[in-house]
């Protein structure tokens, strides 16, 4: 069992940045693919982006493709979504995921994930 906290959420202005970050616990990542989700109000969680711990391989939303970056710090045992040029579509809460050997075809999906974080919320306002 990987135990997932996030933190970084917060209020940001039309066309600026955040980072937010992901600290794991409970076991070492080696093998698992982390995720980053968010769910707007009213909406169905969604997938953001997602990088596989060895090879660092990463995935994109079409939405988000050239604003978000993920990354991982494998020291810290964290992985970071910079954010930049955030518009209010983004506001959302904002979760990790993490799970072992997740297949190519499951990299987008909720479904595809065993471990959830609590979520922190993101609201992009003037």
């Known amino acids: 069992q990987v135990q997932l906290v996030e933190s970084g959420g917060g209020l940001v202005q039309p066309g600026g940045s955040l980072r937010l970050s992901c600290s794991a616990s409970?076991?070492?990542?080696?093998?698992?693919?982390m995720g980053w989700f968010r769910q707007p109000p009213g909406k169905e969680r969604e997938f953001v982006a997602a990088?596989?711990?060895?090879?660092?391989?990463?995935y994109y939303a079409d939405s988000v493709k050239g604003r978000f970056t993920i990354s991982r710090d494998s020291a810290e045992n964290t992985v970071y979504l910079q954010m930049n040029s955030l518009n209010p579509e983004d506001t959302a809460v904002y979760y990790c995921?993490?799970?072992?050997?997740?297949?190519?075809?499951?990299?987008?999906?909720?479904?595809?994930?065993?471990?959830w974080g609590q979520g922190t919320q993101v609201t992009v306002s003037s």
């Open positions: 990088i596989r711990w060895g090879s660092r391989n990463t």
């Open positions: 995921a993490a799970s072992y050997e997740v297949s190519v075809s499951n990299t987008n999906s909720p479904g595809g994930y065993k471990n």
């Open positions: 409970g076991r070492t990542l080696s093998g698992y693919t």
